[in-house]
């Protein structure tokens, strides 16, 4: 097995999870003395702990969510629906753009499959420069000559094969009825997959919303997304299309299924030579999407969406008076209620304007799935509003082979046309902001990067509470004191405070992302400051130990590859607010600290290993009373993730949307000067340990900020030393 990415993260985990894993055999195997260092358990306040980070968003989503419903409500008026769309209109260019200009095509048709009634020309165009799309154009065969036709744009669902397959019975139906069918392949489906091992032509990181998902997280590192590339795709599919002397331009329209049917919500709200709409087995609102299923795919989130206040039914608000149909099931996975109270919204608009005949809807029971009737009622709406009238019955015309509808040489665009990816672009683009970044140290200012940092990461400041005390272990010269205290949300932060006979009145933060006991037994790291007479603090922030991730595990976002962190969900569910996990942690970090200064530390050191460094980190630049820090294996920059193509998916709790438009991890090290930082065995994006040279280069202006204040032996960069040799510089007067 030659696959780099499993390689890597299997390297990674067995580094950083092995002391974890030893101290629990340590703690709960038999034959050895037990220790306990749960702090909650067995509070009824806390059975439901692991789920309180995504329960904490979500209260916030539906916060905003709910302040956007109760202002739309309040418009009555047909200038007040006006102001309404335009807003709208310049929320989704803010929060999705700017799109890049338009480019030659370039179209290609690679091959012609001549059927009886129909033929298929198969083509490749470029939406950007070396991004190849493929598709296929099927023309019905009763169009004469010179006639100009309807035109179907089909957007495909989730499915590994792209508009292949299943998707074919529609896609036929309606060139039977004589329309001209235009379907493409969504990045990361069907011959479009952007992590293709060559030798299988099967995506390495999974189906299709692995591939989603692993292609989208570092978009938003730029303040991007994947759903910006996806409409793109779009809208130069329209462009396509009126090239084709075939196509009346006047009779556009747009339909599919599940990711499809997102597909065919948001990218008419950005075309306006749509006509008409039918999104199939999606449509709902946001609110019911986080209270049953939670985010969706990678494509589907639009960045800092519900901060920007936009659900579903803005989607289509931008395209009223124009024909929509919205498609739904009973039992399907977006929620029928959903679906009903966004129909409601939407055709109050559409009676505003008198063109409520025109805003419909049909629901079937069924599951997440295409009817036989709901088919007819999309047939039937593309006949009426694009001018085709004919009869609506739904036929068995059966499929296509998969050989005739493959599009390039390989199946592979990557393979057959070396066709860029999003990766390719989206690292581009995280370069161009790296040296706009440089700027920021010709006119250094620490307090502005820390003002940044706050607002991207959508850190508050904590607010001070009182600890809970709720057990204590006798260990060997010192206590292990359990505690709790409220977090910044309806959530605990179990910790252990470590506390020696013979303290020195200095305190250490200790944060690891295994949680407090990581490190806590007999001879842990822990016990090696306590042995020095430091009191420890051991928490376990929200998501890590007794606080999750339970359910919340990203263990199977992808196939056969390892996220040690959370699932996607919870990361999105902080993106769409504007908010971070590393904000809220690192408010934590800072109560903690508060918790150590009330109990009289005269000096608070703290270390953090791995993906807790960059909270840590951003903890310390947050708040001056922690004196010091030690980050053990610290990610090295948020440039080099974006940088990295096989990035580690451990790293997706510690993603901070849009920190590369204001600022990255070296300029943040840089606000702490003249504070001493240390850092040991830096990774880079794969999460592998970085060549010092590297290091040391990232981080030059962060050395020479140091030297100007005068404190050049405060900053230190190690490779190859041990943990104790860290922690001695760290406690060294």
Not at 60 to 70: G, I, M, P, W
Not at 180 to 195: C, H, L, M, S, T
């Amino acid at each position: 097995m030659n696959n780099p990415f499993i390689f890597t993260q299997l390297r990674s985990v067995i580094r950083l999870y092995l002391p974890a894993f030893t101290i629990c055999f340590f703690i709960f195997s038999k034959g050895t003395a037990q220790t306990d260092f749960r702090a909650i358990h067995g509070w009824l306040s806390f059975k439901s702990t692991s789920d309180a980070l995504y329960g904490h968003f979500s209260e916030e989503a539906y916060d905003l969510l709910s302040q956007r419903n109760e202002y739309v409500r309040k418009i009555d008026t047909q200038e007040g629906w006006k102001l309404q769309q335009a807003k709208v209109r310049e929320k989704l260019m803010e929060i999705v753009g700017p799109f890049p200009e338009k480019t030659p095509l370039n179209p290609q048709v690679t091959r012609i499959i001549d059927k009886e009634w129909y033929r298929v020309e198969h083509i490749i165009f470029e939406s950007q420069p070396g991004l190849y799309v493929t598709s296929s154009l099927f023309i019905p065969k009763s169009l004469k000559k010179n006639e100009k036709a309807p035109v179907v744009l089909y957007a495909s669902g989730h499915t590994d094969a792209g508009y292949r397959g299943g998707y074919t019975r529609i896609i036929l139906n309606l060139v039977k009825k004589g329309f001209v069918v235009f379907a493409w392949d969504p990045i990361g489906q069907g011959e479009r997959k952007q992590y293709i091992d060559p030798s299988t032509g099967k995506s390495i990181v999974g189906g299709p919303t692995p591939e989603h998902l692993y292609t989208a997280l570092p978009t938003f590192l730029n303040g991007s997304s994947l759903a910006r590339y996806v409409i793109w795709d779009g809208i130069r599919a329209v462009d396509y299309l009126l090239t084709r002397k075939e196509i009346d331009p006047n009779r556009i329209g747009i339909t599919g299924r599940s990711g499809g049917g997102f597909q065919s919500l948001y990218i008419p709200a950005f075309d306006d030579r749509i006509y008409a709409t039918a999104p199939e087995n999606h449509v709902t609102n946001c609110t019911r999407i986080m209270e049953k299923i939670g985010p969706r795919d990678g494509e589907q989130n639009l960045y800092h969406m519900f901060a920007n206040q936009i659900d579903h039914p803005d989607l289509l608000t931008t395209r009223v008076p124009k024909p929509t149909l919205i498609i739904a099931t009973a039992n399907d996975i977006f929620n029928i209620d959903g679906t009903r109270e966004t129909y409601n919204e939407v055709a109050s608009l559409y009676k505003s304007f008198g063109r409520e005949a025109d805003f419909m809807m049909v629901e079937d029971i069924a599951g997440h799935a295409s009817t036989k009737d709901n088919n007819e009622a999309i047939y039937a709406f593309f006949q009426k509003y694009l001018n085709n009238p004919g009869d609506p019955s739904h036929e068995e015309l059966g499929t296509l082979a998969d050989e005739e509808l493959r599009v390039t040489a390989t199946g592979q665009g990557v393979t057959s046309l070396d066709s860029k990816t999003v990766f390719d672009f989206n690292s581009e683009e995280g370069e161009k902001l790296a040296k706009n970044l440089k700027e920021l140290w010709k006119q250094y200012n620490p307090t502005h990067i820390v003002a940044s940092a706050k607002k991207y990461t959508g850190y508050r400041e904590p607010i001070a509470g009182k600890p809970v005390m709720t057990g204590a272990i006798r260990g060997d010269g010192y206590t292990v004191e359990k505690y709790f205290v409220k977090g910044e949300g309806d959530y605990p932060i179990p910790y252990l405070l470590v506390v020696p006979e013979v303290p020195n009145n200095k305190a250490v933060l200790y944060i690891h992302p295994s949680g407090k006991a990581a490190q806590a037994g007999k001879d842990g790291e822990i016990e090696w400051f306590v042995r020095k007479g430091y009191t420890v603090l051991a928490p376990d922030l929200i998501g890590t130990g007794e606080t999750g991730p339970g359910d919340w595990s990203g263990e199977k976002d992808f196939s056969h590859k390892i996220n040690t962190g959370l699932k996607y969900q919870v990361w999105y569910a902080s993106m769409f607010v504007a908010r971070s996990i590393v904000g809220v942690r690192a408010a934590d970090v800072v109560k903690l600290a508060g918790v150590l200064e009330s109990q009289g530390a005269e000096q608070i050191y703290a270390v953090a290993d791995y993906t807790m460094a960059p909270i840590l980190l951003h903890a310390a630049a947050f708040n001056t009373n922690i004196n010091r820090i030690a980050l053990h294996h610290p990610p090295m920059s948020y440039r080099s993730i974006v940088s990295t193509k096989f990035y580690s998916p451990s790293f997706t709790e510690i993603l901070i949307p849009g920190v590369l438009q204001s600022y990255d991890l070296p300029y943040l090290a840089a606000t702490c000067s003249p504070r001493r930082i240390i850092m040991l065995d830096a990774v880079d994006g794969a999460g592998e340990k970085a060549e010092i040279t590297s290091v040391k280069a990232e981080y030059s202006e962060v050395s020479d900020i140091y030297r100007k204040n005068s404190v050049a032996g405060n900053f230190i960069l190690l490779s190859d030393s041990n943990v104790e040799a860290m922690f001695e510089l760290l406690v060294k007067d």
